[in-house]
């Protein structure tokens, strides 16, 4: 009985033996993707404020200084990640986590759809805001109530296929976003066809009497 303990605790002291150096240099590698990954993002944010992108979208009025800021943050967070995970890969297989690896090789092949997605959230952002302004002041004419409610319903609009893009490239229901977006292109496409087809009938049978009395004419 002895001699089995002794064994058992034996194989047990020299596994752990063989593993701690492997523990170790796993964990150093590790701690260099965590150090690597905040020099990165600092790099970012500190590139992003040498370029005072958040003033020149500020100076436009389309988007606020603090969203600007909150939008780069999120973005250089998501790179640091992103490194962190590049790093964490060699650490695994230095633990001899291979099932482990597989996961996060199609994590950090995932990851660049996600930056993407927030590159075309930001832009989507923008242009909401800018299509909202730009509808607000065209439609001046109709009156303050009408024109703050067709640049709601422009920048709603936006924001609205903003986010089935964003769906569709990451890969989220995307049969379900497709059936979606084509049912409200045919939404629109019919409401304008019955909208000019009842309000603008006379306009068009004024038109065509025109053309007709025209060709009549030329004979």
Do not use: C
């Amino acid at each position: 009985m002895i001699d089995i303990v002794n064994l058992v605790l034996g194989n047990f002291f020299r596994s752990l033996a063989s593993f701690v150096p492997k523990l170790v240099g796993g964990l150093l590698v590790l701690a260099m993707g965590f150090i690597f990954g905040a020099i990165f993002k600092h790099l970012l944010i500190t590139i992003f404020n040498f370029f005072r992108i958040d003033d020149f979208f500020h100076k436009t009025k389309l988007i606020q200084k603090g969203q600007v800021n909150i939008w780069t943050q999120v973005l250089a967070e998501i790179a640091k990640w992103m490194l962190v995970v590049v790093f964490l890969i060699p650490t695994l297989e230095i633990w001899g986590l291979s099932r482990a690896i597989s996961v996060l090789n199609d994590f950090l092949y995932y990851l660049p759809n996600v930056i993407v997605a927030v590159i075309i959230a930001f832009v989507g952002l923008v242009a909401s805001n800018l299509g909202g302004d730009l509808v607000k002041h065209s439609a001046r004419t109709l009156g303050a109530k009408s024109a703050n409610a067709l640049a709601v319903f422009t920048k709603s609009t936006i924001t609205f296929f903003t986010v089935l893009i964003i769906l569709d490239q990451l890969g989220v229901a995307q049969d379900l976003v497709k059936i979606l977006f084509t049912g409200i292109v045919a939404m629109i496409s019919l409401a304008g066809g019955l909208a000019f087809g009842l309000g603008g009938k006379d306009v068009a049978k004024e038109i065509l009497e025109s053309l007709k009395r025209k060709l009549e004419s030329e004979k």
